[in-house]
């Protein structure tokens, strides 16, 4: 499903094929409902090792990152975000196509480009794969309402598949999975200028950190605070 909120175009899971159909490359749109983050060792045992993933994550949407959590006193195995920033999302490339046709996942984020692996995934099944911001793990945080799920916890806190429900998490690019290639790059300027996508990048992330002034809250205080 898509809804319109005012200038931001969110995806809510579970999402159709046929909500993404609209979405270019360069087009900026937002989240709510299911991220599960993935990370290579969930990619490989899946793909190389056949271990069914034990969170069901068709129609919904991965993140590849290593997040920081802490646990919420006076409960029994409840979490909560502290930070969760984007890994290089490459080192998933070579299991992304058997990845997505094995879950039905629709949108892959991450960051940097992927390869010819995952852009035929994304034509061939449905999905999209999108980059989020680097340097806003603090701020993505704040985007996630809840761990709802956590598994495979002896992989380590980085590896761990940590189910959230997330509001408007973004934003997040829509990027071809091979636009580093010149033959991407200039499908993406006949589409929309790469200056212009820039500056709302940025003029995005300028909003959202000071969102974090306004709110007198800085990084160092969500890190550490008891």
Same mark, same amino acid.
């Given at each position: 499903?898509?809804?319109?909120?005012?200038?931001?175009?969110?995806?809510?899971?579970?999402?159709?094929?046929?909500?993404?159909?609209?979405?270019?490359?360069?087009?900026?749109?937002?989240?709510?409902?299911?991220?599960?983050?993935?990370?290579?060792?969930?990619? /490989?045992?899946? $793909?190389?090792? #056949?271990?069914?993933? @034990?969170?069901?994550?068709?129609?919904?949407?991965? *993140?590849? %990152?290593?997040?920081?959590?802490?646990?919420?006193?006076?409960?029994?195995?409840?979490?909560?975000?502290?930070?969760?920033?984007?890994?290089?999302?490459?080192?998933?490339?070579?299991?992304?196509?058997?990845?997505?046709?094995?879950?039905?996942? /629709?949108?892959? $984020?991450?960051? #940097?480009?992927?390869? @010819?692996?995952?852009?035929?995934?994304?034509?061939? *099944?449905? %999905?999209?794969?999108?980059?989020?911001?680097?340097?806003?793990?603090?701020?993505?945080?704040?985007?996630?309402?809840?761990?709802?799920?956590?598994?495979?916890?002896?992989?380590?806190?980085?590896?761990?598949?940590?189910?959230?429900?997330?509001?408007?998490?973004?934003?997040?690019?829509?990027?071809?999975?091979?636009?580093?290639?010149?033959?991407?790059?200039?499908?993406?300027?006949?589409?929309?200028?790469?200056?212009?996508?820039?500056?709302?990048?940025?003029?995005?992330?300028?909003?959202?950190?000071?969102?974090?002034?306004?709110?007198?809250?800085?990084?160092?205080?969500?890190?550490?605070?008891?």
């Amino acid at each position: 499903m898509i809804e319109i909120r005012g200038d931001k175009k969110v995806l809510i899971t579970p999402i159709s094929e046929e909500d993404l159909a609209d979405i270019k490359i360069g087009d900026i749109v937002w989240l709510d409902g299911d991220l599960m983050t993935c990370r290579d060792v969930a990619h /490989r045992r899946l $793909v190389e090792y #056949g271990r069914e993933l @034990p969170y069901d994550i068709k129609d919904k949407a991965i *993140f590849h %990152a290593g997040p920081i959590v802490r646990k919420i006193e006076g409960t029994e195995d409840d979490y909560e975000m502290v930070s969760v920033g984007p890994t290089t999302s490459m080192r998933m490339e070579k299991f992304e196509y058997e990845f997505t046709k094995l879950t039905g996942v /629709r949108v892959i $984020v991450g960051k #940097g480009g992927m390869g @010819p692996n995952t852009e035929r995934a994304c034509k061939e *099944f449905g %999905a999209i794969h999108c980059v989020f911001p680097a340097g806003c793990a603090v701020v993505a945080a704040t985007e996630v309402e809840k761990i709802v799920e956590h598994h495979w916890d002896e992989l380590g806190m980085p590896e761990t598949l940590w189910c959230n429900k997330v509001k408007e998490f973004g934003p997040l690019m829509h990027r071809a999975a091979t636009c580093l290639k010149k033959t991407r790059l200039s499908s993406m300027r006949e589409k929309k200028p790469l200056s212009r996508l820039f500056i709302r990048k940025l003029s995005l992330l300028n909003n959202a950190f000071q969102f974090y002034k306004s709110k007198n809250r800085t990084i160092s205080s969500l890190l550490f605070q008891r």
